[in-house]
Nanobody, 121 residues
Framework: QVQLVESGGGLVQAGGSLRLSCAAS????????MAWYRQAPGKQRELVAA???????NYADSMKGRFTISRDNAKNTVYLQMNSLKPEDTAVYYC???????????????WGQGTQVTVSS
């Protein structure tokens, strides 16, 4: 059993900052890609940022320069530092991890329960 638990969401004014954390726990053999997605009301879930096990990152164009993804492999934790927040960043943010629970199992996707980020104008 694997769990992803997010924290750090909340209400912030435009221009402010938030830092999201997502800790993975349970039967984890190896953690590969970790990522943050978000879903605003009435919209599809979209990729925010992703980071591989060796630290390579990629960002959605609208987040480049404002958001930074990082990870602590020893803690199986991924972070998302969000700066210069805009009202259009308001969404539920979800943590995603691709991992193996055993050397013989394939990679599976796991998701957190989501954390609400609300940016007021």
């Amino acid at each position: 059993q694997v769990q992803l638990v997010e924290s750090g969401g909340g209400l912030v004014q435009a221009g402010g900052s938030l830092r999201l954390s997502c800790a993975a726990s349970g039967s984890i053999f190896s953690m590969q890609r970790m990522a943050w997605y978000r879903q605003a009301p009435g919209k599809q879930r979209e990729l925010v940022a992703a980071i591989t096990s060796d630290g390579s990152t990629n960002y959605a164009d609208s987040m480049k320069g404002r958001f930074t993804i990082s990870r602590d492999n020893a803690k199986n934790t991924v972070y998302l530092q969000m700066n210069s927040l805009k009202p259009e960043d308001t969404a539920v943010y979800y943590c995603n991890a691709q991992l193996k629970t055993h050397w013989i199992t394939p990679l599976y996707d796991y998701w957190g329960q989501g954390t609400q980020v609300t940016v007021s104008s």
